[in-house]
């Protein structure tokens, strides 16, 4: 039987291409590093944070608006403090806002 036409779970197509692996560890770390930080941030602002991309030692925050943008700046100092604390080699946090497609759609 042909593979392409049998489902396959996401763990299976990670054991079978190493980039796909790759993105989906970088993926988790990214998710555990916002779990790490989640106590530092303050609890109104949670909701508009989500974990971004990780390239090197950089690592990108992606906010919903830029008031909490403007606050995270804030705190970037203590979040890299509080990741290296946890073993993460974090030499900068990025932040990028993410427009929401409905904002884009009504321009």
Do not use: P, V
């Given at each position: 039987m042909n593979r392409r036409h049998q489902p396959f779970t996401l763990q299976q197509?990670?054991?079978?291409a190493p980039t796909l692996a790759r993105?989906?560890?970088?993926?988790?770390?990214?998710v555990a590093?916002?779990?790490?930080?989640?106590p530092l941030i303050p609890t109104a602002l949670r909701s508009?944070?989500?974990a971004g991309p990780i390239e090197g030692t950089a690592w990108c925050l992606l906010l919903s608006n830029s008031a909490a943008a403007a606050k995270i700046r804030q705190l970037l100092p203590a979040l890299q403090a509080h990741l290296r604390s946890k073993?993460?080699?974090v030499d900068s946090i990025r932040l990028k806002i993410q427009v929401s497609?409905?904002?884009?759609?009504n321009r």
């Open positions: 197509a990670c054991q079978e993105l989906s560890e970088l993926s988790a770390d990214s590093r916002l779990k790490a930080i989640e508009a944070l989500k073993g993460w080699e497609t409905n904002s884009a759609s």
